[in-house]
Structure formats: structure tokens, C-alpha cells
């Protein structure tokens, strides 16, 4: 199991860069823009330069449908967002150290290489718990 004080360290520190950026981003930035959202530029949303997220198009676009966009654009951010969730899944099932990762931008996909203090190896066996603890870090970020 991932050591609690880790967990709650790891978010108090998200927390403040979190402040600590919006704070900027309103100071350099606020101005009004378009966010257009389709490709031939018909559909245009309100939005404010370095303010705006795609979650708040989303929102704006349909606050039901909004849970269920994970990403504006990209493979590799999809990786890249999946391997965290892989990571914070293998130290919640098995209390493993997060070493290297997250993804790669060659086309291999995502990864997490971790240290086990018990010298445990993962394989095919391992797999369901890690699944298991994957839907339920997918399930709180849903608010499921």
C-alpha cells in the first residue's frame, strides 16, 4: 500500500504549484479569446488567453458529457496521463517506489519502472489487481 504521507505531501505540493500558476496565468494573461472547436471554424466559445482549460470548453459544450473528455488532443497525452494512473495504481496494490516514466514519444506507448522493497517482480498474476486499482483511480477522477 503507497505510504499515506507520500500521497498527501505529493498533493499538498500539486496544490500550491497549482495556486502558484493560476495566480500567473491571471496576471499575464485574462484577455478574452475564441476557441473555436471544430476544424472548419464554425463553432467558437468564449474563453481567456492562459485562463481557459479544455475542460471548460467541455463544460461549456455539455456539463454532462464533460467527465467523459479525458484529453484535448494527442496520443502521447493520452500515454502520458495513462501512465500516471498506472504508477499511482502500482504503489496503491503494491507499495512499490516510482522510479522512471511516464511515457515515451517514439510509438512504444507508456511505462512505470518501480522499485519493490520486497524484490517482487510483476507478471501476468499481477495484473488483475493492478487492473482493479486502475478502474477505481479512473472512478474517483469521474466522481463515479
Not at 473555436?36 to 461549456?60: F, H, M, N, S
Request: hydrophobic share 35%.
Amino acid at each position: 500500500m503507497a505510504d499515506p504521507v507520500v500521497i498527501q505531501k505529493r498533493i499538498r505540493i500539486f496544490s500550491e504549484l497549482q495556486a502558484s500558476e493560476r495566480a500567473r496565468n491571471e496576471e499575464l494573461g485574462g484577455q478574452p479569446i475564441d476557441v473555436t472547436v471544430c476544424k472548419d471554424g464554425e463553432v467558437v466559445y468564449p474563453g481567456r488567453r492562459l485562463l481557459t482549460t479544455p475542460l471548460d470548453i467541455a463544460r461549456l459544450i455539455s456539463k454532462k458529457k464533460a467527465a467523459d473528455y479525458v484529453i484535448a488532443q494527442g496520443r502521447d497525452t493520452f500515454w502520458h496521463s495513462s501512465a500516471h494512473i498506472l504508477g499511482e495504481s502500482l504503489e496503491q496494490a503494491y507499495g512499490c517506489k516510482l522510479c522512471i516514466g511516464p511515457c515515451t514519444t517514439r510509438g512504444e506507448g507508456f511505462y512505470y519502472d518501480a522499485f519493490y522493497e520486497d524484490g517482487r517482480t510483476l507478471n501476468e498474476e499481477n495484473f488483475p489487481a493492478v487492473q482493479s486499482q486502475v478502474t477505481k483511480a479512473v472512478q474517483v477522477r469521474r466522481g463515479i
